[in-house]
C-alpha cells in the first residue's frame, strides 16, 4: 500500500488494564478533535474503540499478567483506519465473532451482562478485518467519512 501524504496519524502503546483504556480512549478523542473531526464521529470511534480494547483486556490476556496493546491510527480525508494489536490470545476460530444481536425482549432481570460489544463493533464500522501473525492478533477497524 502507498502511503498518503494527507493522512495523520497517531500510536499509542498502553497495557491491557481498564484504566489504560481509559486514558487511550481520552487522548484519541483529543487527537481527533484536534484532527477537527465532528463530534459524533468522535463518538462513535470512541465507542467501537471501548468495545475492542475492553474485549482485549477481558479476554486475550489473563488477569494476573496483563500485556501491551498497540493502537495505530490513521484518519485519511475519507475514511480513519484503526489497528489494534496485541500478543495475547487468538480470536476463537481466528475471525471477529459474528456480532450478532443478544436476545433483549425479556425482562430487565433476565438481560444478558455481555454480548452487544461485537454487534456494536460491527454496526458502528465500515471495515472489519482480523489477523494472527507470528503470535501476534492484529484488528483493522475502518470508518468511511465524507470528507472535510
Same mark, same amino acid.
Do not use: F, S
Given at each position: 500500500m502507498i502511503p498518503d501524504p494527507a493522512a495523520?496519524?497517531?500510536t499509542l502503546h498502553t497495557r491491557a488494564s481498564n484504566l489504560a483504556v481509559r486514558e487511550?480512549?481520552?487522548?484519541?478523542?483529543?487527537?481527533?478533535?484536534a484532527c477537527a473531526m465532528p463530534d459524533e464521529a468522535c463518538g462513535t470511534v470512541e465507542?467501537?474503540?471501548?468495545?475492542?480494547? #475492553? #474485549?482485549?483486556?477481558?479476554?486475550?490476556?489473563?488477569?494476573?499478567t496483563p500485556g501491551d496493546i498497540q493502537i495505530a491510527l490513521a484518519l485519511h480525508p475519507a475514511r480513519l483506519v484503526a489497528i489494534l494489536s496485541d500478543?495475547?490470545?487468538?480470536?476463537?476460530?481466528?475471525?471477529?465473532?459474528?456480532?450478532?444481536?443478544?436476545?433483549?425482549?425479556?425482562?430487565?432481570g433476565a438481560l444478558p451482562e455481555g454480548g452487544f460489544g461485537w454487534f456494536l463493533i460491527r454496526d458502528l464500522t465500515d471495515q472489519i478485518d482480523y489477523?494472527?501473525?507470528a503470535g501476534c492478533n492484529h484488528l483493522t477497524l475502518e470508518f468511511h467519512r465524507a470528507p472535510l
Open positions: 495523520q496519524h497517531l487511550v480512549l481520552a487522548r484519541t478523542r483529543d487527537w481527533l478533535h465507542l467501537v474503540l471501548a468495545e475492542a480494547l #475492553n #474485549n482485549i483486556v477481558e479476554h486475550a490476556y489473563p488477569p494476573e500478543q495475547g490470545a487468538a480470536l476463537p476460530g481466528l475471525c471477529p465473532p459474528d456480532g450478532l444481536l443478544p436476545e433483549h425482549d425479556v425482562a430487565r489477523r494472527r501473525a
